[in-house]
């Protein structure tokens, strides 16, 4: 089905920036897939982030990353990203990359397909 493998997770002081990739696979290029951004904290539910069409360029951020966070995407490598900027220590969580069929959706029951996460941690 549908592989996706999160990567370039790790420390970064307050104000920082750090960019996290998403890199998904199916035995062919990808097609009418959104692809999307969560995060989550030990004892919290997951919660929305970011999502981007996979064709068309439509995207749509929580109010708490917009004017910080840019969500982009290479068609031609499968691969999504998130660029994570003025980042503060609330932002700290496991990043989840996520996909679906059809059109942008903020709703976590709305994907069907997950990475494994990975983590960013804002502190000092």
């Known amino acids: 089905q549908v592989q996706l493998v999160e990567s370039g997770g790790g420390l970064v002081q307050p104000g920082g920036s750090l960019r996290v990739s998403c890199a998904a696979s199916?035995?062919?290029?990808?097609?009418?897939?959104?692809m999307a951004w969560f995060r989550q904290t030990p004892g919290k539910e997951r919660e929305f982030v970011a999502t981007i069409s996979w064709s068309g360029g439509n995207t749509y951020y929580t109010d708490s990353v917009k004017g910080r966070f840019t969500i982009s995407r290479d068609t031609a490598k499968n691969t999504v990203y998130l660029q994570m900027n003025s980042l503060k220590p609330e932002d700290t969580a496991v990043y989840y990359c996520a996909a679906k069929r059809g059109y942008i959706n903020s709703a976590t029951k709305a994907y069907n397909y997950w990475g494994q996460g990975t983590q960013v941690t804002v502190s000092s």
């Open positions: 199916s035995g062919r290029t990808l097609s009418n897939y959104a």
